[in-house]
């Protein structure tokens, strides 16, 4: 029993960390070039706007929503008022709130016409990497697997705790709430599926991760079926984790273009910003950090942590498989 849960648990962290991380590590370059674009560009580019919504040719984009701001004869709608004609027209590249799902559907999920040189020397420095740690030993590796997996974990959960006392825990509530809510005629959109692809991923990765450390430090020994429940709750923290943390980093938040020094001010415009609570934690969370550099460099962390953790899975693997090989030879060696 044990050996398959730990066979499920190798093959799904190996062979679902290096793709997914390479398909981003791919479409980083074209993510930020569309970024850059939507943000300072003109506000009528495709690429800045939510693929499952189609708008017509005189209409506006805001909030996954299609609005007639301007007339056929360039004259201002009268159905709207100053106040909606300003934030629509303000708000309506999808840019100013990149979700996950727009980056995944529009780069990870198109094809690259070409090789990236950027997914060779990644793939060859953590080739590198495990190579070096394995040649290290076994009691250094030991170190260096207990700091894969603690390291990223306390770094999130930091962040986590800091974010809710940020922005209030009632409002931290009510937006986890509203977004873990279910919604089942989401289920039929494009958006839904490539969010729970993200989520899944990510937090499939880490609890794997977790799983297999642990696993190898105590020999193999432990209970299946607790660790399979270990790994199902820990797949569930993640996932919430997910939604508070990872999806806004890997999402853009127009934060800079909105800061101001009032704090009330501030937050009166995150909220025209980020339009219903199911949408906060892409547009106010990861904001609060770009206000400062203490706040970016926080940011930098989380990245790191977030690269820390994807390797956890591949040096855990090596390491076990070192120890399957080396374990029998070092016994016949002494007999």
């Not at 629509?88 to 996950?100: D, F, G, K, V, Y």
């Not at 089942?184 to 839904?192: I, N």
């Not at 899975?313 to 070192?322: A, D, E, L, Y």
Request: overall charge neutral; glycine content about 6%; aromatic content about 10%.
């Amino acid at each position: 029993m044990m050996a398959v849960m730990q066979a499920m648990l190798l093959g799904s962290s190996i062979a679902v960390s290096p793709v997914y991380g390479a398909k981003c590590l791919g479409s980083l370059h074209s993510a930020v070039a569309i970024w850059l674009s939507c943000s300072f560009g003109t506000r009528l580019n495709s690429n800045c706007y939510d693929i499952s919504v189609n708008c017509g040719e005189n209409e506006l984009q805001s909030n996954s929503r299609c609005y007639q701001i301007f007339n056929h004869d360039g004259s201002i709608n009268d159905q709207y008022t100053w106040e909606e004609v300003v934030q629509i027209i303000t708000n309506s590249s999808e840019a100013l709130r990149q979700l996950p799902t727009q980056i995944y559907a529009n780069e990870i999920l198109r094809p690259a016409p070409y090789s990236n040189d950027l997914i060779m020397s990644g793939a060859t420095f953590v080739n590198a990497l495990v190579a070096g740690v394995a040649m290290l030993g076994m009691r250094t590796y030991m170190k260096i697997a207990k700091f894969l997996v603690v390291f990223p974990v306390v770094i999130i959960v930091f962040l986590t705790g800091l974010i809710l006392r940020m922005i209030g825990f009632q409002r931290a509530l009510l937006s986890l709430g509203d977004a873990l809510a279910p919604h089942f005629g989401s289920l039929l959109t494009l958006r839904a599926w490539t969010d729970a692809i993200i989520h899944v991923m990510t937090s499939l990765c880490v609890a794997s991760g977790m799983m297999i450390v642990i696993s190898s430090m105590k020999r193999f020994n432990n209970n299946a079926i607790r660790d399979t429940v270990f790994v199902i709750f820990s797949d569930i923290l993640c996932t919430i984790l997910a939604c508070l943390l990872i999806s806004p980093i890997i999402g853009y938040t127009a934060s800079q273009m909105y800061t101001t020094s009032s704090s009330e001010s501030f937050m009166y415009k995150m909220s025209y910003l980020a339009g219903e609570w199911n949408q906060l934690p892409y547009t106010l969370l990861p904001s609060l950090f770009a206000r400062s550099g203490a706040g970016l460099g926080m940011l930098a962390v989380l990245y790191i942590a977030i690269i820390v953790m994807s390797l956890g899975p591949q040096v855990t693997w090596v390491h076990i498989r070192i120890c399957l090989a080396v374990t029998p030879f070092l016994s016949n060696f002494r007999s």
